[in-house]
């Protein structure tokens, strides 16, 4: 509370609670665990046998169970697209 003198009479009542950030501008990514192989992971693999630029097992089927989980960053898309 020592930075925003403002706010000292309701420390106590933040302290814990609240936090002082700064605005940024968002990097457009997302973090993805796979737990199964669809979708876009789905495409990757039945392309290049692959998840993430990492090999998987050859032979697995669309919705199939990826254990252990694979962590995969993607790129968001710029448009946001609707279906009628």
Do not use: N
Request: hydrophobic share 45%; glycine share 8%.
């Amino acid at each position: 509370m020592a930075r925003i003198p403002a706010l000292a009479e309701h420390g106590a009542a933040l302290m814990g609670r609240a936090m002082l950030v700064r605005r940024s501008t968002p990097v457009p990514f997302e973090c993805v665990v796979r737990g199964y192989i669809t979708g876009s992971a789905w495409a990757e693999y039945k392309k290049t046998g692959t998840l993430a630029g990492e090999p998987l097992a050859p032979g697995l089927v669309e919705s199939a169970r990826i254990d252990p989980p694979i962590f995969s960053p993607a790129t968001k898309a710029d448009v946001v697209t609707t279906r009628t």
